[in-house]
């Protein structure tokens, strides 16, 4: 912003000094001449601030400070990659399983973790359900499939 200012005022400060020559000049030969001169001076007064604002934009990416704390793996992003979709169809399993048991559910939702031991385990398992009757038949396919006790909530009608 600074070079595009300085390049403004080179062009006013040329064309005011340039009419003030060309008003002083003799009306002969000459002023063909000294036009002329005049016309290369405002050139040349207009690529030097250009040049310059130019030779200092750089496109140097190893000048960028990278903060490598946000900056993810190739292995981090395709193992939260392979949690999703795991997560994505241990889901489908679930709604499955609870609605060959007669059970209806608005939704469920499965979180995993990875752990660099053990692998990816199930974190928790959560199931919205219509019915306070299906509470305890949830409870027990999720803990015989999955080995896991779910958090189960109740929701207040099928309509909603």
């Not at 020559?21 to 601030?49: D, E, H």
């Not at 199930?122 to 999720?142: F, G, Q």
């Amino acid at each position: 912003m600074k070079d595009i200012g300085i390049v403004i005022f080179v062009i006013c400060v040329s064309s005011v000094a340039c009419s003030v020559v060309s008003c002083i000049a003799p009306q002969n030969g000459s002023k063909r001449i000294l036009s002329m001169v005049l016309g290369v001076f405002i050139v040349c007064a207009l690529i030097v601030p250009i040049k310059n604002a130019v030779s200092g934009f750089s496109l140097n990416i190893d000048d960028i400070k990278l903060n490598h704390s946000e900056i993810a793996t190739a292995d981090e992003i395709l193992e939260k990659n392979v949690i999703s979709e795991a997560e994505r169809r241990l889901e489908k399993v679930l709604g499955v399983l609870l609605r060959e048991n007669d059970i209806k559910f608005k939704g469920c939702k499965i979180n995993l973790k990875s752990d660099k031991d053990t692998g990816i385990n199930i974190d928790s398992i959560r199931i919205y359900l219509y019915k306070t009757e299906d509470i305890m038949k949830a409870e027990r396919i999720v803990k015989s499939k999955f080995e896991v006790s779910p958090e189960i909530y109740r929701c207040k009608n099928e309509n909603q």
